[in-house]
C-alpha cells in the first residue's frame, strides 16, 4: 500500500499499489493513447484517468469517535492519456474458466470489440477449454465478424473446463505464442490461478501484462460491487420460485422446494427470496438450521401449512451440508477445481419432509415439487443490465492494460469502476451478513425462526 496526504483537511488515504509493467521494464516508452484520434471519441478534460484519480473502497463512516477514519482507495479505471503498447505489437489472449454464467459470451465480444475498435489491435485469440487450453490446443484466432453476435448466446463460445492449471505449461505457451496481453475471466480459483501466472510471468521478466475478470454468479467474489451474471440469475430464479409457488398452492398440505446456486454464499437465494415475496423460508450456507424441535424448520413449516395450506421453502446448494449423511469416501471427494463434492440438500430435505410428515400426519396428504433450476440458470445468456455491465467490465480491463498495469482485476467499487490488485480479489470473500438489515429484512418478509436454539 502506498500512503498519501491529500491535504491537511482530509485524512490520510491509503492507496492500494498497482503493479505496472514499468516495475520491471523502467525504460518503457510511452505513446498517445490512439482514442486521441479515434473517430468515435473527442475527448476533453476530464476523459482520461490520471494517477491521483482514486475511488474509496468505504464510503459510508461513523465520525461520533475522536479520531479520523482512515481511507483504503484504488485506482480510478479508465482511459489514460499515454500507453505502453503498439497496437500492432500485441498480441492478446482471452480464455474463460470454471463454470457457466450468463455473460461470458459478452465479455469475449466485448473484449475483442473494445481492443480493435478503441486501440487498433488486430492479433487477438481465444483460449479454448479453459486454463488447460493454453497448452493442449491451438489458440483460435478472433476478429469482430466472428463475435458479432456472441452476446445473445449463453455459455462460451470458447469452452470451459475445470481444473487443467499447470503453472509452468501455461506461461510456457504464453512465452511460445507471443502472447504480451492476457485476459483472464472467471471465478475465484481462477483468480487464485491469475496471481500464480502473473507472479511467474514477472519472474521470468516476461513484457506481459495479466488481468482478471471476475465470475462467479454466486457473487461470492469480495470487493466489487457484484460479479457479471449475478442479476440475470436473481431474475431467472424467480421463474423457478414462481413455479414452485403454483405446484406448491395448486396441492393439498403443498410444499414447493427450490434449489438454487450458492456454495458458500446465499445471495441468490437472498435476493431471489426478496423480489419474489412468495417464499416463506430461505436457508444459505452462513446460516446454520436445524429440523425438528421449537424453532426448527419442520414446526415452522407446519405452522405455515396450517395457515396458507402451502409452503415455499428456498435453499442455496451450499446450506445445511454438514447435516447431511456422508458415507467417508463421500467426505474425501473433491471436484477438477479442488473444491468439496457438495450432495444434493434439495433431494435430502425433500426425503426429510416426506419422512416426517409421514411420522406426523400419516394418512394425510402431502406434496413436496422440488425444482432444481441450476443448469436453465447458469446457461441463458445475459439480461440487458449484466449486458451492460460485461462490456464496462471488459473496456476497463483494456484501458488498464494498454495503460501498463498489470496483476489487476477491473470491478466497481460503490459503482465507481477500479483497478484492485489481483491478489486481494482472490483472497477476498462476500459472505451474506446475516447480522445486518438486509438479512433482517429477509426474514420480516418470510417471517422465519433464527434457527438459535434456546
Not at 498497482?18 to 468515435?40: A, I, S, V
Not at 484466432?141 to 481444473?163: C, I, P
Not at 426448527?296 to 409452503?311: S, V
Not at 411420522?359 to 433450476?373: A, N, Q, R, S, W
Request: aromatic letters at 10%; a neutral charge.
Amino acid at each position: 500500500m502506498a500512503t498519501a496526504k491529500i491535504s491537511d483537511q482530509h485524512p490520510t488515504i491509503t492507496v492500494a499499489d498497482l503493479p505496472h509493467l514499468t516495475d520491471n521494464f523502467p525504460n518503457l516508452k510511452t505513446r498517445t493513447n490512439p482514442l486521441q484520434t479515434n473517430q468515435f471519441f473527442h475527448p476533453i478534460d476530464g476523459f482520461y484517468a490520471t494517477s491521483t484519480d482514486i475511488v474509496l473502497r468505504r464510503i459510508a463512516f461513523d465520525l461520533s469517535g475522536d479520531t479520523s477514519p482512515a481511507h483504503v482507495a484504488y485506482r480510478r479505471a479508465g482511459p489514460r492519456r499515454k500507453v505502453y503498447f503498439e497496437p500492432e505489437s500485441v498480441r492478446a489472449a482471452i480464455v474463460t474458466c470454471g463454470g457457466l454464467c450468463p455473460g461470458m459470451n459478452t465479455v469475449i465480444r466485448e473484449l475483442v470489440v473494445g481492443l480493435w475498435e478503441l486501440y487498433g489491435v488486430r492479433q487477438i485469440y481465444g483460449i479454448v477449454a479453459g486454463y488447460r487450453g493454453f497448452y493442449s490446443t491451438e489458440p483460435v484466432e478472433l476478429n469482430l465478424k466472428l463475435v458479432d453476435n456472441w452476446h445473445k448466446r449463453g455459455g462460451t463460445a470458447l469452452q470451459t473446463s475445470r481444473g487443467g492449471f499447470d503453472l509452468k505449461k501455461i506461461v510456457d505457451a504464453i512465452e511460445n505464442h507471443g502472447f504480451n496481453q492476457v485476459y483472464i475471466t472467471g471465478g475465484d480459483g481462477t483468480m487464485r490461478g491469475a496471481v500464480k501466472i502473473f507472479e511467474e510471468v514477472r519472474r521470468r521478466n516476461l513484457q506481459v501484462a495479466v488481468t482478471g475478470i471476475p465470475k462467479t454468479v454466486d457473487n461470492d467474489i469480495g470487493i466489487i460491487d457484484r460479479s457479471f451474471g449475478f442479476q440475470t440469475a436473481v431474475e431467472m430464479a424467480q421463474q423457478a420460485i414462481n413455479a414452485a409457488h403454483v405446484e406448491a398452492e395448486s396441492a393439498v398440505n403443498g410444499i414447493g422446494l427450490v434449489k438454487l446456486m450458492g456454495r458458500s454464499t446465499g445471495h441468490i437465494a437472498l435476493h431471489a427470496t426478496l423480489s419474489s415475496r412468495d417464499v416463506d423460508c430461505c436457508l444459505i450456507p452462513e446460516m446454520a438450521f436445524y429440523l425438528e424441535g421449537n424453532g426448527g424448520l419442520f414446526p415452522f413449516l407446519e405452522r405455515r401449512l396450517k395457515e396458507n395450506g402451502h409452503a415455499v421453502l428456498v435453499v442455496a446448494e451450499g446450506a445445511g451440508q454438514g447435516m447431511i449423511p456422508r458415507t467417508e469416501a463421500q467426505k474425501e471427494e473433491r471436484d477438477e477445481s479442488g473444491n468439496p463434492v457438495f450432495l444434493d440438500v434439495g433431494g435430502w430435505l425433500k426425503t426429510e419432509l416426506k419422512n416426517w410428515w409421514a411420522t406426523t400426519h400419516p394418512g394425510e396428504l402431502f406434496t413436496v415439487k422440488y425444482i432444481d433450476p441450476t443448469y436453465m440458470i447458469r446457461a441463458v445468456p445475459a439480461n440487458a443490465t449484466d449486458n451492460s455491465y460485461c462490456t464496462l467490465l471488459a473496456h476497463s480491463a483494456i484501458h488498464g492494460v494498454m495503460a501498463g498495469y498489470t496483476g489487476f482485476v477491473s470491478g466497481p467499487i460503490n459503482g465507481n469502476y477500479s483497478y484492485i490488485p489481483l491478489k486481494e480479489v482472490a483472497e477476498a470473500k462476500n459472505e451474506v451478513n446475516t447480522r445486518d438489515h438486509k438479512w433482517a429484512w429477509v426474514r420480516s418478509v418470510t417471517n422465519q425462526p433464527d434457527f438459535v436454539k434456546s
